[in-house]
């Protein structure tokens, strides 16, 4: 029971608490405006934000199994939460307890996916549509926070039309805003890069404070979070009716998997640098009982958050004792502080976003799955050669284009056509053998011409499954190459690189000997597929291919065969 309740905590040392003190006071720097900002794009107070961030960081950290994954309101979300209620509330609705109800939807609707384990669903999203996705949500955070970085109105819409709105607003920066935006940037960069022992999110959040009421930066127009409410929530149910809740449930699941995905993608990501795994179930149970405790206290819905974690980690969090600190001193703010945040420059809280995700632009990566090709794949799968590239930019280009979670949506929907293109169309290798010795090897006779095949022999390896799906395929090649063999007695299929066989393929390899006979030669099945064996024997099916235990003993046998006829 104890490993459940705190997974992130398994192995800590005492060493980690100041680096994850010291972690959570920088992701506490960048949660309270974040969240307060959050709250407005979701059509609530701003204090609602940070409502939601108190539970959602304390009771992920018992739940969940990132490390180093921050759960508080977040901006996709946000703006999806916004729709839901806005398409629920009509005239008369209240949109804040609608808002803390949709909240309570996604808790229940993410604990019951836990507890079914529907965790597994994580893994048709494929680290290439992971890698896409990632990217997308990071470049459309950060073209979100340019207005507030040079003092424009921005747009709305996609990444493109956000990009489209904000060219047509260049003569209308305000210099004030340009100057705190750009300064905070180079700030952040400096403090990172010169002093990295610091927490340079807090130190130039601080800073900017301190300017601003200096200066009195606030009154020359400089747009700052404004007013934020005092006191801790009320804790309770929202009073919403029966079916407005039931209306709720069906945007809770679309909230659920774009919180999952996103969260499970910041979560993979700092655990693959970091040596160790997450799992997805309890990763949907964390999320669950985060948005539930959100939502008993007058909160909106909250996920894991790919901005505020690289803030985590790059402040060298070791586990979830930073986000612990970072609620306690939310909790703080809600009674003492508030005043203080008021007067943080927008413009300053966008340069903190912006360098925090930035680095989760990964370029590289990209280039590298477009490097993952060969000459052989583009012969055998032509367009789905770079299949890994194909998935990754079109998990990209469609949140771009569409939104979080249709881009989730895309870059799956094409990771398992080209999945399903690539296993209708296996490699089938032609094999030669490697001397005259018992035992000998068989090799690739295309890549290695010096050794001769078997005269009469065809000698094969179908390099995937034999299914429903490329079975006509693999007999019509098979034919083929069959045809191109002068004096054919003998194909021999070589089960090693054919790890499993359906029905539908078994019928056709009964169906495959049948043409090779009515032509004069006859199919052997070797080396470990007994597979093939067991569902030919299940199917009942007659005139199964003969099994034996080596290439060289099915050869042989054809060979004897030939001498006895």
């Given at each position: 029971m104890a490993s459940f309740l705190a997974p992130s905590f398994s192995g800590y040392q005492r060493t980690s608490v100041r680096?994850?003190?010291?972690?959570?006071?920088?992701?506490?720097?960048?949660?309270?405006?974040?969240?307060l900002a959050y709250a407005t794009i979701a059509g609530v107070p701003p204090v609602v934000g940070l409502y939601a961030a108190v539970p959602a960081l304390a009771l992920y950290a018992i739940a969940g199994t990132s490390r180093q994954l921050v759960v508080s309101p977040m901006s996709a979300t946000a703006a999806l939460s916004a729709g839901i209620v806005a398409s629920v509330a009509g005239a008369d609705g209240d949109p804040v307890a609608l808002t803390t109800a949709l909240a309570l939807a996604t808790g229940i609707v993410a604990i019951i996916a836990g507890l079914l384990r529907l965790g597994f669903l994580a893994a048709f999203i494929s680290e290439p549509v992971l890698k896409g996705f990632i990217i997308g949500l990071a470049l459309t955070i950060m073209i979100g926070q340019v207005p507030d970085l040079i003092g424009v109105e921005g747009g709305r819409g996609s990444f493109f039309e956000k990009s489209w709105a904000l060219l047509g607003q260049l003569g209308d920066i305000d210099p004030l805003t340009l100057v705190v935006g750009l300064a905070s940037l180079v700030a952040l960069v400096v403090v990172r890069r010169t002093m990295p022992f610091l927490p340079g999110s807090l130190v130039v959040v601080l800073l900017a404070i301190g300017a601003a009421l200096l200066f009195g930066l606030g009154d020359r127009g400089l747009a700052v979070v404004g007013h934020i409410d005092a006191g801790l929530p009320r804790v309770g149910l929202p009073d919403v009716t029966g079916p407005q809740f039931t209306e709720l449930l069906g945007g809770a699941v679309g909230l659920m998997l774009v919180g999952f995905a996103e969260g499970l993608g910041a979560a993979k990501t700092y655990a693959a640098t970091r040596g160790y795994d997450v799992d997805p179930n309890r990763e949907l149970v964390g999320l669950g009982i985060s948005n539930l405790g959100s939502g008993v206290l007058s909160g909106m819905v909250v996920n894991g958050s790919l901005s505020k974690t690289a803030v985590n980690a790059s402040a060298g969090a070791r586990s979830q004792v930073s986000a612990l600190t970072a609620a306690a001193l939310t909790i703080l703010t809600l009674l003492f502080l508030t005043g203080v945040f008021e007067q943080l420059p927008l413009a300053t809280l966008a340069a903190v976003v912006v360098v925090a995700v930035v680095e989760l632009v990964d370029v590289r990566s990209l280039r590298r799955l477009w490097r993952v090709r060969t000459g052989r794949l583009v012969h055998v799968y032509q367009v789905t050669a770079r299949a890994d590239f194909m998935a990754a930019g079109a998990a990209l280009l469609g949140v771009l284009i569409f939104d979080t979670l249709p881009g989730l949506v895309i870059g799956i929907a094409v990771s398992l056509i080209l999945l399903l293109a690539r296993s209708s169309r296996?490699?089938?290798?032609?094999?030669?053998?490697?001397?005259?010795?018992?035992?000998?090897?068989?090799?690739?006779?295309?890549?290695?011409?010096?050794?001769?095949?078997?005269?009469?022999?065809?000698?094969?390896?179908?390099?995937?499954?034999?299914?429903?799906?490329?079975?006509?395929?693999?007999?019509?090649?098979?034919?083929?190459?069959?045809?191109?063999?002068?004096?054919?007695?003998?194909?021999?299929?070589?089960?090693?690189?054919?790890?499993?066989?359906?029905?539908?393929?078994?019928?056709?390899?009964?169906?495959l000997r049948g043409d090779l006979r009515r032509d004069g030669g006859d199919l052997a099945l070797a080396e470990g597929i007994g597979q093939v064996r067991d569902v030919l024997a299940r199917v009942g099916a007659e005139g199964e291919p003969p099994l034996f235990t080596t290439l060289d003993e099915a050869v042989r046998a054809g060979h004897d065969s030939d001498e006895t006829a």
């Open positions: 680096p994850d003190i010291i972690a959570g006071l920088a992701v506490w720097a960048v949660l309270v405006p974040e969240s296996p490699r089938i290798t032609v094999l030669a053998p490697v001397g005259d010795e018992p035992g000998r090897p068989w090799v690739d006779a295309e890549r290695n011409p010096g050794y001769p095949t078997v005269p009469g022999v065809l000698a094969v390896r179908v390099e995937g499954p034999l299914i429903f799906a490329n079975a006509e395929y693999v007999r019509a090649r098979l034919r083929e190459l069959a045809a191109q063999e002068p004096g054919l007695r003998l194909v021999v299929l070589d089960g090693r690189a054919t790890p499993s066989v359906d029905v539908t393929a078994a019928a056709m390899l009964v169906q």
